[in-house]
């Protein structure tokens, strides 16, 4: 069976993307191994729109609905946390907090697979780990944002406000720059419904996931994999400042986070159709209701308070 790495990250767009494909993959005759890399703490507190954001694609996961998930009896749901998704499929998992750590490097090297792509892991490869997995065979990222014209972070964010023409996924070769890699495949996406940025990501999930599939089968059938290079520098982007957040949200450009939305969002993403009605399900609801209240509450609290603040030393 061939090997293949995935290094990926723990928010919900890598979660919903290891779910759609890893059952296709897997029936490819392809052994998937995940590399699962430990975030970096946030640095967004008090950043009030920005710590909802965090909060919906990453802590909400890992802090509370996974732990849900692997304690309920009943199975009522078809989307996994990756421990259950590691137990259902047997997988190897290797976990790091530096992918470019020595020790780490040799044993990927050790590793006999095709190659390997980055999904979510918000990390900067250097040299030596880009040397071992093109040795492999390949290595590509899962970039949010057209490239060239989107590099860094935020982008499909940044594409939306700037009322980009075309926005979506771009698969490129992973090279010692950021994003700067030769262009391999882009996934737009079309006719979207934007209630935010989340519910946006979440409808392109199997057009990646498709996406990558057919890469993988090129590679597996020997077919050459055509690239481009990036022909000029585009904008690279960093996280958004409180002022330009503010300023989307002001203008309309931008729909501030509904934890009513963001409820029903997570519990479409977990909970079987045919299974929403069972009394089990409205658990489930109930539990992330009372989550996503709590969530907001202390939120509220804390900005009242930073405001207080604020006049008193004004």
Request: net charge negative; with cysteine; glycine share 6%.
């Amino acid at each position: 069976m061939n090997n293949l790495l995935i290094y990926t990250g723990n928010d919900f767009v890598a979660h919903m993307f290891l779910n759609q494909f890893l059952p296709k993959v897997i029936e490819m005759g392809i052994n998937p191994i995940l590399i699962t890399v430990k975030p970096k703490a946030s640095n967004l507190k008090s950043f009030y729109e920005m710590e909802r954001y965090h909060f919906y694609e990453t802590d909400l996961l890992n802090n509370e609905i996974y732990s849900y998930l692997e304690n309920c009896e009943e199975n009522i749901f078809y989307s996994y946390s990756p421990k259950q998704l590691v137990k259902k499929y047997s997988l190897q998992t290797i976990s790091t907090s530096n992918v470019n750590n020595p020790d780490f490097i040799e044993k990927i090297a050790s590793i006999d697979c095709i190659g390997g792509f980055s999904i979510r892991c918000f990390q900067i490869f250097h040299k030596e780990i880009i040397k071992v997995m093109r040795e492999k065979g390949f290595f590509y990222n899962s970039h949010p944002g057209i490239l060239p014209d989107y590099k860094g972070v935020w982008c499909l964010l940044r594409g939306l406000v700037n009322g980009s023409k075309k926005l979506g996924w771009t698969l490129h070769e992973i090279d010692q720059g950021i994003d700067t890699g030769r262009i391999i495949k882009e996934i737009p996406i079309y006719d979207f419904e934007y209630k935010s940025t989340l519910h946006i990501f979440s409808q392109t999930i199997p057009f990646l996931s498709d996406g990558w599939l057919n890469i993988i089968n090129q590679h597996t059938s020997n077919i050459q994999i055509e690239s481009s290079e990036q022909k000029y520098d585009g904008e690279y982007y960093t996280y958004p400042t409180r002022d330009e957040m503010q300023g989307w949200l002001s203008s309309g450009k931008l729909n501030p986070l509904s934890a009513k939305d963001m409820v029903q969002f997570y519990f479409d993403l977990f909970v079987a159709p045919e299974n929403r009605l069972k009394s089990e399900a409205i658990a489930f609801k109930v539990f992330l209701i009372n989550k996503i209240s709590q969530f907001e509450t202390i939120l509220e609290m804390d900005q009242a308070q930073h405001f207080d603040n604020k006049k008193i030393a004004a």
